[in-house]
């Protein structure tokens, strides 16, 4: 039983190996999934600054593999793109729906649209297109 695992084990770190290998080779990333990682860099930084999520929180790493692949596709690459997104969407948090509040559990913020904004604006595919 224990030989059955460690061969489970070893099989699952060698595809793991592989797809981080092949996911981080010294190609450039899809610009749809850096996107897609984009938007989610502005949605969690966004709700973290209005306190509905913490840094970690969500324990989400969906896009690990994109990173590693960002990490070796050219230097200093995932630091731009980060800084990017931070500079551009770092007041979303900010905005606010003007709604009445009878019930007192506002404000309601504006976040998930303006990040999927950003997400589609043209200032995003330009330094996509540029930083390749």
Request: proline share 5%; aromatic share 10%; with cysteine.
């Amino acid at each position: 039983m224990n030989a059955r695992l460690l061969a489970l084990v070893m099989l699952a770190t060698l595809v793991v190996g592989a797809t981080v290998s092949g996911a981080a080779g010294n190609r450039a990333p899809d610009p749809e999934a850096l996107k897609a990682y984009a938007l989610k860099l502005c949605l969690d930084s966004n709700y973290a600054k209005v306190g509905t999520l913490g840094p970690g929180a969500e324990k989400d790493r969906s896009y690990l593999l994109l990173q590693y692949a960002l990490d070796n596709s050219r230097p200093k690459a995932r630091q731009r793109l980060e800084s990017f997104v931070k500079t551009t969407t770092a007041d979303y948090y900010l905005a606010e729906v003007p709604m009445k509040d009878e019930g007192n559990v506002g404000p309601f913020n504006k976040i998930f649209a303006q990040c999927m904004d950003f997400y589609h604006s043209p200032a995003l595919k330009k330094f996509l297109a540029r930083d390749r």
